[in-house]
């Protein structure tokens, strides 16, 4: 299973990015597939997730609104959009999958090794 995040970089407030996670190795129909961050000194957050329970798409409430996630199963890519960024947004950014998994708070089996977002003037 590799899951490869790409897409960050540094970008104004109010700024977009979309960023990417190529994945391989699995079903990517068949597995939930998530995007997590991680600020320096704060405990990684859950943002959005596709269920493999349902196939529906699930957001935190933090970024409900600006964040839209996208799939494509012809790609076995999943993106995550992010529009009107805060710099409240700077974190790493990861993807992850897993085959059971019904929503963020779920331990993902695999993940990527993360892009960095930084959101600054």
């Known amino acids: 299973v590799q899951l490869v995040e790409s897409g960050g970089g540094l970008v104004q407030p109010g700024g977009s990015l979309r960023l990417s996670c190529a994945t391989s190795?699995?079903?990517?129909?068949?597995?939930?597939i998530a995007w997590f961050r991680q600020a320096p000194g704060k405990e990684r957050e859950g943002v959005s997730c596709?269920?493999?329970?349902?196939?529906?798409?699930y957001y935190s409430e933090s970024v409900k609104g600006r964040f839209t996630m996208s799939s494509d199963s012809a790609k076995n890519t999943v993106y995550l959009q992010i529009d009107s960024l805060k710099p409240e947004d700077t974190a790493v950014y990861y993807c992850?999958?897993?085959?059971?998994?019904?929503?963020?708070?779920?331990?993902?089996?695999?993940w990527g090794q993360g892009t960095q977002v930084t959101v600054s003037s």
């Open positions: 190795g699995f079903a990517f129909d068949y597995y939930a």
């Open positions: 596709i269920s493999s329970v349902d196939g529906n798409t």
């Open positions: 992850a999958a897993d085959p059971l998994a019904d929503g963020l708070d779920y331990p993902y089996d695999y």
